[in-house]
């Protein structure tokens, strides 16, 4: 993946999909390298190559590891390399397309099979949005208590003044 660090000039959905997207196809497919090159540059389109190697034998192996595999960049330093002799690759044009219109551009290109979310994911996102229901609920009561006491403590130091004064 290849898009800038500014969401502006069309790179919103792409960055939305790196963010969004390509954490949950890392989460189920660790084996597969995914380098993400981010640059400052926004003229230059936001492209996402797909390398496709030969069949594999054994897939469930994973990719053989690479002595010349890059990391990812923030700063321009993980350009798409060229295929190999037996890769193809595929680039999509991720400008001014949503995330999930990229997603989808992505499953349809990779033949993937969307993975369905299970019952005890979707109990697990309920019970952590209940715990930022809690705990925003209890971010705002301290943050009232706060006031309050900070209230309290200025009316206690103009009593304090106008004693000390009237005292002279």
Not at 27 to 35: C, E, L, R, T
Not at 36 to 54: A, L
Not at 133 to 140: D, I
Request: hydrophobic share 35%.
């Amino acid at each position: 993946m290849d898009f800038a660090l500014n969401m502006y000039e069309g790179h919103m959905g792409a960055r939305k999909f790196w963010k969004d997207c390509l954490t949950r196809l890392k989460y189920h497919n660790p084996g597969v390298p995914m380098i993400v090159n981010r640059h400052n540059d926004n003229k230059s389109p936001p492209i996402m190559t797909i390398y496709f190697g030969p069949p594999t034998v054994n897939p469930a192996s994973g990719p053989v590891p690479s002595s010349d595999q890059l990391s990812s960049s923030r700063q321009n330093l993980a350009k798409a390399l060229p295929p190999g002799k037996d890769e193809r690759t595929v680039k999509i044009e991720m400008k001014d397309k949503h995330s999930n219109e990229i997603l989808n551009m992505f499953l349809a290109e990779t033949k993937a099979d969307v993975i369905p979310i299970s019952d005890s994911d979707v109990e697990e996102m309920q019970a952590l949005e209940t715990m930022k229901r809690l705990a925003a609920a209890a971010r705002e009561r301290r943050k009232q208590e706060k006031e309050k006491q900070e209230k309290d403590e200025e009316l206690l130091k103009k009593a304090t003044d106008v004693i000390s004064s009237a005292a002279e």
